[in-house]
């Protein structure tokens, strides 16, 4: 009879614990730190770096999936800079750790951590994908650090890694924050690079850029932009629209949008053009020394606020305004609120995870 083969007890708390990451069944609730044996694991590890010991693929997926806190997260850092080591040379096949430590990070505010990473020379090769660029991005906009989510674009560029169309978006929001020269013209060649290729850009990242233009002063280059936008009948087109015709001196124009906006006895089901209350006071301070065009646009301006087409959002707002979900009500309702990874609460930011 053959030898029963047992699984070393490395194996047998690997599963275990896989078992746990994976089929969590509740309990009282509290899931604030780890478990026992979940701390045995990372002890483990820290024995297994001590040591010089080989890291395996398995391992470093469950120590990322166990992290709940900015200890552990070191303690992940170090044990990727062994796992690197050890195979930067080897195809890792179709699984990711980058997108996996960043969002580790993301849900613990550990940014300052996946910038270290992901711009560290030693481990190039590593975050191989647009996905952990993004999430990391995203992270960064978020906590109004423009400059620093410039150099993860830049790191991401230098790589020559495939821009998709999130990250066009969340690159021109990054280079209209920034609003500098620089910012403009890596915007500007970014978008050229995108058109030679033949990409399709998203009329969002489309509208970050002609506004960074018109709040640099490149009108020309705004209109450029404006006119190629696909359906341009958002509620930030319409906006950025009038901005272009104020900054160009189109005041008669301008007008005539105006009052195209408000006459007609439309129906209530169809979408009803809606201005910027920012926007309408840069109208009113462009044509208050035209007194024939101010009357007609205060007129204008009172129908306006009357049929409930004004806003009191700023152009910024709008812009950075994260789209609602459109789906339906019960699955909303059944949206995911505690993470799959650590099962504790989720905060709203990270629902659409």
């Not at 010089?52 to 044990?79: G, P, Q």
């Not at 341009?232 to 005041?251: G, R």
């Not at 035209?290 to 152009?315: I, M």
Request: charged share 25%; proline share 3%.
């Amino acid at each position: 009879m053959a030898a029963t083969l047992r699984p070393p007890k490395q194996v047998l708390l690997l599963h275990a614990l896989r078992s746990l990451v994976y089929h969590w069944v509740g309990g009282s609730g509290s899931t604030c730190c780890l478990c026992p044996l979940g701390e045995t694991y990372l002890r483990n590890l820290e024995e297994k770096l001590t040591q010089n010991k080989l890291i395996l693929k398995e391992e470093l997926r469950t120590l990322l999936h166990l992290c709940t806190s900015r200890d552990d997260v070191e303690l992940a850092k170090h044990v990727i800079y062994r796992y690197h080591a050890e195979n930067r040379n080897i195809t890792l096949g179709e699984y990711k750790f980058g997108p996996l430590f960043v969002r580790l990070c993301y849900e613990l505010d550990l940014e300052d951590s996946a910038v270290e990473l992901i711009k560290d020379q030693h481990l190039q090769g590593f975050f191989s994908d647009s996905t952990s660029f993004n999430i990391l991005m995203d992270m960064l906009f978020i906590k109004g650090k423009y400059r620093s989510a410039l150099e993860v674009l830049i790191q991401m560029k230098n790589q020559d890694l495939k821009f998709n169309k999130d990250t066009y978006v969340l690159a021109f929001a990054i280079c209209y924050k920034l609003n500098s020269p620089e910012s403009f013209q890596i915007c500007t060649t970014l978008r050229e690079e995108a058109l030679i290729k033949g990409e399709i850009l998203p009329r969002r990242a489309s509208c970050f850029a002609v506004a960074l233009a018109l709040n640099q002063n490149q009108v020309a280059k705004a209109i450029s932009i404006f006119s190629q936008i696909m359906n341009p009948e958002s509620i930030i087109c319409t906006n950025l629209n009038i901005m272009i015709h104020i900054q160009s001196n189109m005041l008669k124009t301008l007008i005539d949008i105006l009052k195209d906006a408000t006459e007609g006895n439309l129906s209530r089901f169809v979408k009803r053009h809606v201005f910027s209350e920012e926007v309408l006071v840069k109208v009113r301070e462009k044509v208050k020394d035209v007194p024939a065009l101010l009357a007609e646009f205060d007129e204008l301006n009172k129908k306006l606020h009357r049929s409930g087409q004004v806003t009191a959002y700023t152009l910024d707002a709008l812009l950075c305004h994260t789209p609602s979900d459109r789906q339906s009500y019960t699955v909303l309702l059944n949206k995911r609120t505690v993470s799959r990874r650590t099962f504790q609460p989720l905060s709203q930011s990270l629902w659409a995870e």
